[in-house]
T-cell receptor, first 114, second 113 residues
């Protein structure tokens, strides 16, 4: 059972556009929602993370919007650049209950064209 | 501060063999997690160790095992390799576990022929 559903699978935007990647989760016990960026040949790197007590968090050009009632969260990339071309993963975890694992979405391959 | 390191970076094995992968976490991090990444299944959790104890295990067969040493370095072992074990194996470290920032290594690319 996939507990974190991510869409779209791939996304192409022009430079300066605002790609939006969406994730939905099922487990209401999840309380930590990070986004990771992965370039080919590299491991995932944390971009930004949010907890359910806030509805939005911004770090530089990256913004997470969080809707607890809908069990959805999304990543917005402002003024996207060709260097943002990568695969993006949303994830979720339950920091209590001794789970100690991240559950990942399937990933979104973003291409930003000049 | 040095990041998470994984060795080797690439491995080619044949079916039936076994393999051991190594992970050195960021200094001071005591939690080490392992993930398998494949194009079809994405990133899947294998197991997590903290202070030499496995605290959680994902839904993988017993052929996949791991351990953690007193210096927090970790190894994972896959016995009786199958073609489907071909994947990128990623190690992540954090101070105490999930619910906080996990830092990933570059991974070990395993190809099983």
């Amino acid at each position: 059972q996939q507990q974190v559903k991510q869409s779209p699978q791939s996304l192409i935007v022009q430079k300066g556009g605002i790609p939006i990647i969406n994730c939905a989760y099922e487990n209401t016990a999840f309380d930590y929602f990070p986004w990771y960026q992965q370039f080919p040949g590299k491991g995932p790197a944390l971009l930004i993370a949010i907890r359910p007590d806030v509805s939005e968090k911004k770090e530089g050009r990256f913004t997470i919007s969080f809707n607890k009632s809908a069990k959805q969260f999304s990543l917005h990339i402002m003024d996207s650049q060709p260097g943002d071309s990568a695969t993006y993963f949303c994830a979720a975890s339950n920091s209590g209950a001794g789970s100690y694992q991240l559950t990942f979405g399937k990933g979104t391959k973003l291409s930003v064209i000049p | 501060k040095a990041g998470v390191t994984q060795t080797p970076r690439y491995l080619i094995k044949t079916r039936g063999q076994q393999v051991t992968l190594s992970c050195s976490p960021i200094s001071g991090h005591r939690s080490v997690s392992w993930y398998q990444q494949t194009p079809g299944q994405g990133l899947q959790f294998l197991f997590e160790y903290f202070s030499e104890t496995q605290r959680n295990k994902g839904n993988f067969p017993g052929r996949f095992s791991g351990r953690q040493f007193s210096n927090s370095r970790s190894e994972m072992n896959v016995s009786t390799l199958e073609l489907g074990d071909s994947a990128l194996y990623l190690c992540a470290s954090s101070l105490t576990g999930a619910g906080e920032t996990q830092y990933f290594g570059p991974g070990t690319r395993l190809l099983v022929l």
